[in-house]
């Protein structure tokens, strides 16, 4: 018999731990035989012991390769020219990419069969074996990260007070009974790669930015920490009927976690793109990646029809009682502005999801009177430009005792319906009446 190395010969003189690279290389490409025994020239050397040998390839292999992929291995001990030799059979494996446990799965861990060597896969052949074997649910399908730390998630559970061991991890389809993380452990994991980034504007657009936050780690730290950044800029206004004051946050506290749950739980994680929440003064909008699943409309989801993206992680979140039944969010976010005279909006394109909030207070900032006045705020500073011909912004602050956001912010308005027009820029700014 003549030994020569090709695509599906791999030729060893004795047991080596790159033996186990050679098999992965196999089984993630068209399958090969091993021949333990053998020289590079194909001369026959043969081992002293066999079954010995066997043993401790098989035990290689099981205890570093990933999945298992013992199945996919038979071994035969077979006589050539008065010596023993070994040949390890490896079939092409149906749980590709398989990978070496301790690197994970990336290039340095997975290895495809290129001509007579094993060499390691790129990242976009990794990523198809794994598309071509869990299919096209970004959820199903094994996470590249293998090495996850789960600090914010325990955290989580142990507010529900709901076990987080590998039993719950393995019903709720995080992990797979051969240990592999599903992209959703990956999401609810310290080390999501997935983020959302705030912005915070003076006004109604973005020619004033104040400030900017991006929000990281496990998408339970992420909106842990969102929820807080937007609660402290849904201030609560005063405003007054006779003797008896009435306090209204800027956004319905339920609106908001339900915009903030949608973005989270609708959206879709196979682009590594951040969700988007921008706060102006008169409204929250919240873009998230992913637009309507095939076959639904917007209005079926304002009628409360529901087709989960991302069906496991909402599972995983109704089971916390973060969300309730699907389909009640949309319904729950316009129930909540009923009767203010204001409709939240959605917008929906092929790849993106928009929620937009308005403020509830802010026509009220504009138009209500001050306490014991008889003119609206619009008025008072109207008055004031008739006296002294322009006003500075600042001029508007004394005036109505506000914060300067909030004079811009009645200034602009004031402009923009025409009532008064703005000369100069930074501090040379004056507004006159037209």
Not at 59 to 79: C, G, H, L, W
Not at 93 to 108: E, H, I, V
Request: aromatic share 8%; net charge negative; proline share 3%.
């Amino acid at each position: 018999m003549i030994f020569a190395e090709s695509e599906t010969v791999e030729l060893k003189s004795v047991v080596v731990a790159d033996i186990c690279k050679e098999e992965i290389a196999f089984a993630n490409t068209k399958g090969g035989t091993l021949y333990v025994g053998i020289e590079d020239d194909g001369t026959v050397a043969g081992v002293d012991n066999a079954d010995q040998a066997t043993l401790q390839i098989n035990n290689m292999v099981r205890d570093s390769i990933k999945p298992d992929v013992t199945m996919f291995v038979r071994y035969e001990t077979q006589a050539v020219d008065g010596k023993n030799i070994i040949a390890v059979t490896v079939q092409k494996g149906t749980d590709r990419p398989y990978y070496l446990g301790s690197k994970g799965l990336k290039p340095s861990g997975v290895y495809v069969r290129n001509g007579t060597s094993a060499d390691p896969a790129t990242d976009t052949a990794i990523r198809k074996m794994i598309k071509e074997t869990d299919g096209d649910s970004f959820e199903a399908m094994r996470s590249l990260e293998q090495n996850l730390t789960f600090r914010a998630a325990e955290a989580q559970f142990a507010k529900g007070n709901i076990p987080y061991d590998a039993v719950k991890m393995q019903t709720l389809g995080l992990i797979s009974p051969d240990g592999i993380y599903s992209n959703v452990a990956l999401l609810l994991s310290d080390q999501c790669p997935n983020s959302i980034k705030a912005a915070t504007f003076a006004g109604v657009d973005q020619s004033m930015f104040q400030d900017r936050r991006e929000f990281t780690g496990s998408l339970f730290q992420q909106m842990e920490d969102l929820y807080a950044y937007l609660s402290l800029h849904n201030q609560i206004r005063a405003t007054f009927e006779g003797l008896y004051r009435t306090d209204t946050r800027d956004y319905p506290e339920e609106a908001l976690r339900e915009a903030l749950m949608n973005s989270l739980v609708h959206r879709d994680y196979s682009f590594s793109a951040s969700t988007l929440v921008s706060i102006y003064d008169d409204r929250i909008e919240f873009v998230s990646v992913g637009g309507l699943p095939a076959g639904i409309t917007l209005d079926d989801i304002m009628l409360g029809l529901s087709v989960c993206r991302n069906p496991t992680l909402a599972a995983v979140f109704y089971r916390l009682q973060l969300i309730e039944a699907y389909g009640t969010g949309m319904p729950k976010i316009m129930k909540a502005y009923a009767g203010t005279g204001m409709a939240p909006r959605i917008e929906v394109t092929g790849n993106a999801f928009k929620i937009t909030l308005p403020n509830r207070n802010e026509g009220r900032i504009a138009a209500d009177t001050v306490p014991g006045e008889s003119k609206s705020n619009e008025e008072r500073i109207l008055d004031l430009i008739a006296q002294k011909g322009q006003v500075a912004r600042g001029d508007v602050d004394q005036l109505l005792d506000v914060s300067q956001t909030t004079s811009s912010r009645i200034l602009k308005r004031m402009a923009a319906e025409g009532m008064i027009y703005q000369e100069g820029s930074g501090k040379k700014t004056r507004y006159k009446k037209r």
